[in-house]
């Protein structure tokens, strides 16, 4: 199994997310719940029109962390 790093944001009225190692695979909706859900489909679409055409899947390489400052 691979495992890519997405990104959430709140956009205000919407959440929008993309994966920084799958360029081009971006996704919004109402909920976060339902933006994951599109983007995992919008990056196994991907990889498989990459896998297609002959190309690899790009590989996993960013990660995310949370780091806290003091209020």
Do not use: K, W
Not at 56 to 64: E, G, H, K, V
């Amino acid at each position: 199994m691979t495992e890519y790093t997405i990104i959430i944001e709140d956009a205000g009225t919407n959440f929008a997310a993309y994966a920084p190692d799958v360029p081009g695979c971006v996704a919004a909706a109402d909920t976060v719940e339902e933006v994951t859900a599109l983007l995992q489909e919008a990056i196994e679409q991907h990889i498989e029109i990459l896998r297609e055409m002959g190309e690899d899947a790009p590989p996993p390489t960013s990660r995310a962390g949370i780091i806290q400052l003091a209020s």
